[in-house]
């Protein structure tokens, strides 16, 4: 496995762990702030789930094309976007213009993500004869 793929591994069992965690401190409250909740989702589906989409896409997905990852230096941009991004989002939500410049960093590293696999998996093509 590519260092690329194991550094989202890796991310994702952490946003995991601290996603569960603060779900047994919601569970132990009466009522929590809304903070609380939108940290605990956020860090589930963008943290855990997407993270480790990201990590075992880079892994599996250019080999079941048969071909190699287009641009690993937009998959390690689109690793530091999308760590920053979430974190800044989880810990700014209340700071409206910066919540915003986190979540656009989100979207972009997605849109990286996406373009990356794309590109790999278009087949190269035959050389001329």
């Known amino acids: 496995m590519s ?6 591994v890796r991310a994702s069992l952490i946003y ?8 047994i401190i919601m569970i132990s ?18 943290g855990w789930m997407s993270m480790m989409i990201f990590g075992v896409g880079y892994h599996i997905l250019p080999r079941f ?8 230096q937009i998959g390690t941009l689109q690793f530091y976007l999308a760590n920053v991004g979430l974190v800044g989002l989880v810990c700014f939500r209340t700071i409206h213009p910066l919540a915003e410049i ?28």
Do not use: C
């Open 29 to 46: 409250m009466r009522s929590y702030p809304a903070q609380l909740l939108f940290s605990h989702v956020h860090l589930n589906l963008l």
């Open 16 to 23: 995991f762990f601290i996603a569960v965690i603060l779900g």
């Open 3 to 8: 260092p690329l793929s194991k550094n989202f």
């Open 102 to 129: 986190f979540a656009g960093m989100l979207v972009v590293s997605v849109g990286l993500f996406v373009f990356n696999i794309w590109m790999s998996m278009i087949p190269p093509k035959p050389d001329p004869e």
């Open 65 to 72: 094309s048969g071909t190699p990852l287009a641009y690993p």
